[in-house]
């Protein structure tokens, strides 16, 4: 029976999911490189950078399987050199990202986190106090026009709001169907009362969302981030919050997750900063669709056959030559 590594944290679910397909390991099983060098399936996420140092060790290895739709921690072309192919979970939670971008939304502009602390803290006459504003009429910057950007946009016209996007990989027709349009990044900044990013961390976007951009943006305005942490400036963010460019921001992404107590985020102690940890794609019905594609993918590889959702398809041919 082939074998699975999950280097981080406890295998038992994943243990329990692939019984009968894989015999899965962890951490707690054995030296990390033995273990390393002997597994066929490696599981992969935000917590181990896949590169070409860690697949050097991994000598049978035959695929990654990446339970996210990011997989900015997976050197793909170095997947790709060694013949080890790399899958994703593309679509399990555009829905649960989607509705939280919005919850999230809702929160910064109606203050709700912190209207609950102060009841909480027996202050009710904080009513008169919150800055709050309403959805409707207001523009939505959407930075990524993807399935969950696109979902997101959605969901703000059925609000009421306007929208226009970012995203240089996709056509114009795409924003025009639902409403909106298509602008380039300043042009998006500078129209946004509300600003949601949904990009992938890559080179090209890691601190897109920075000081000269946050400068466009109007005054009052507020942030959503549920992608990743590194498109974001958090500096940046802290400064606007402090000025007031920023209203609000409500972050469910950081560069170091789980972040540290000296995390720059930490500094800025006012109620206007929501952060909660990187849950936007919890939900029941997500989860129950992410353990479905993550069996599939592991039995398709188990038995030799391509798995779907491929991101290196220059490896496939490779890979089936020796698929055993």
Known sequence: MPMLFKPFGSPKKEAALLAGVAEVKGVGDGPFDALLASCDMLQADIEIQVDDALLEKAKNLRAVLCRTIGVDFVDLAAATRRGVLVVNSPAYCVEAVAEYAVGLMFAAARAIPEASCAVRGENWNVRGKLHCVELRGKTLGVLGFGKIGRRVAEMARGLGMEFVAYDPYAPAAAAEQLGGRLLDLDGVMRASDFLT?????????????????????????????????????????????????????????????????????????????????????????????????????????????????????DAVEAWLKTAR
Request: avoid cysteine; charged fraction near 25%; proline fraction near 7%.
């Open 197 to 313: 990013i949904h990009l992938p961390l890559t080179p090209e976007t890691r601190g897109m969302v920075g000081a000269r951009e946050l400068s466009l943006m109007r005054d009052g305005s507020f942030l959503i981030n549920v992608a990743r942490g590194g498109v974001a400036d958090e500096t940046a963010v802290v400064e606007a919050l402090r000025t007031g460019k920023l209203a609000a921001a409500a972050l469910d992404v950081m560069t170091e997750e789980p972040p540290s107590k000296e995390h720059v985020l930490f500094t800025y102690d006012k109620p206007n900063l929501i952060l909660t940890p990187h849950v936007a794609w919890s939900s029941l019905e997500a989860r129950v669709l992410n353990d479905e594609v993550f069996r599939a993918q592991a039995e398709a590889v188990a038995a030799g056959r391509v798995p779907e959702h491929v991101l290196n398809p």
